[in-house]
């Protein structure tokens, strides 16, 4: 009897701890959650995108003429005075190669001004025996003349020879210069482009000079080389006039505003305060990484710090700015993660007495993190961050730990 008492009982007992792990395993357990809490605080709206600095006015050193520009003596960062410092050289460059026809053609026109020197040459000297011999006669009638031996006629005569033919003496010596010119001209064009006869003095160069005072920004041209006229040779501008410049997009760039407030960053420095100073009004297409066409909108901002603030930035540095279109310093805000749609408007699932409650909200202006609460919720309200579809209106949760 007492063996038969002690097996009901023990068998009781494992039915009853079978049952109350059954009951414990279908038990529905409160699910683990993100939570955050509703806060009441300063908010701010911006838009954010990389930009780059410039400095403000850059003027470009370009070359005047076609020619030969010198190694220059500068380098990036040093420092030029208005009108004194000398950023690049420029000298006349070497004569170009020239084809057999065009060489043969000039050596046959060589040939023909040589002959023509000579032809002058020869000119000069017969009047110049001439006019030697009008001379003695001029003498010789003069001398008759004096005795009266000769007529008054034949010694105006002998007077005009001379005359003549100095000025045929005059008129031929100027022809054999024009020979001579058109026979140097000929053999300048023959020069041999190996022979390199350009010039090397500095009263055959061209010094460029800076055009305002400041800092080397970037050299186009270091090396030697012949340059067409326009050519860029050297950036010059003045480092403490920095300024940013930020592409927005067109749907970003109609809401800022001439003046809003700019926070400056990721420059690798501390955060820059700066102003929007212009908004274009004219857009441009831009194709992004992922080849997407865009349109973008050139947008200015003034730093608003002193220099030493941003002593280290430079020319063309990258920057990330965060444009300010609305503030608020105290205003109901909860995160984006938050939220989600239901029946066409926004809601939450609100946390009370440990269930998680669906609830409707009136939702203001709102930024990538978090959103102005207009109506539905309340200070320190509880709410699931990341609802997933697991969670229901009146399911349990508890709030997920952090290991």
Not at 309 to 322: E, K, N, T, Y
Not at 345 to 368: L, S, Y
């Amino acid at each position: 009897m007492r063996g038969s008492w002690l097996k009901r009982a023990v068998t009781s007992l494992f039915l009853a701890l079978a049952i109350a792990g059954a009951l414990w395993f279908a038990w529905p357990r409160p699910l683990p959650v993100d939570l955050a809490t509703v806060v009441q605080g300063p908010m701010e709206v911006t838009v954010e995108d990389e930009g780059k600095t410039r400095v403000r006015h850059v003027y470009t050193v370009s070359a005047p003429i076609t020619g030969r520009v010198l190694r220059t003596p500068r380098h990036v960062g040093d420092p030029v005075v208005a009108d004194g410092t000398v950023v690049a050289v420029m000298q006349a460059t070497a004569p170009g190669f020239l084809d057999v026809r065009s060489r043969e053609e000039l050596q046959a026109a060589l040939g023909a001004a040589d002959a023509a020197v000579g032809f002058a040459e020869h000119e000069v000297q017969r009047i110049e025996a001439a006019l030697e011999f009008a001379q003695g006669e001029l003498e010789r009638a003069l001398a008759l003349a004096r005795r009266d031996v000769i007529a008054t006629k034949a010694l105006d005569k002998a007077r005009v020879d001379v005359e003549t033919n100095g000025h045929a003496l005059a008129s031929a010596k100027a022809q054999l210069a024009v020979r001579r010119g058109e026979r140097a001209s000929i053999a300048a064009r023959l020069i041999d482009p190996s022979t390199d006869s350009a010039p090397t003095d500095v009263a055959w160069s061209i010094q460029l000079r800076a055009p305002v005072s400041g800092r080397i920004l970037e050299i186009h041209q270091e090396s030697e080389a012949v340059v067409l006229a326009g050519t860029p040779l050297i950036d010059i501008g003045d480092p403490h006039e920095l300024e940013v410049v930020v592409d927005l997009l067109s749907t970003d760039a109609v809401q800022v505003e001439v003046g809003a407030w700019v926070r400056i960053d990721g420059w690798g420095g501390s955060s820059i305060e700066g102003r929007v100073s212009r908004v274009d009004p004219a857009g441009f297409t831009k194709v992004s990484a992922l080849g997407i066409e865009e349109q973008r909108v050139h947008t200015i901002i003034d730093l608003a710090e002193p220099p030493e603030a941003w002593s280290r930035l430079g020319h063309d540095f990258r920057v990330i700015v965060h444009i300010s279109l609305w503030r608020a310093e105290d205003a109901l805000t909860v995160p984006v993660a938050a939220l989600f749609r239901g029946a066409g408007d926004w809601a939450v699932f609100a946390v009370r007495d440990g269930r998680a409650r669906t609830t409707i909200v009136e939702i203001g202006r709102r930024n990538n993190r978090t959103a102005e609460v207009l109506g539905g919720l309340s200070a320190g309200d509880r709410l699931v961050l990341h609802p997933s579809d697991r969670i229901t209106d009146g399911i349990a949760v508890t709030e997920r730990m952090i290991r």
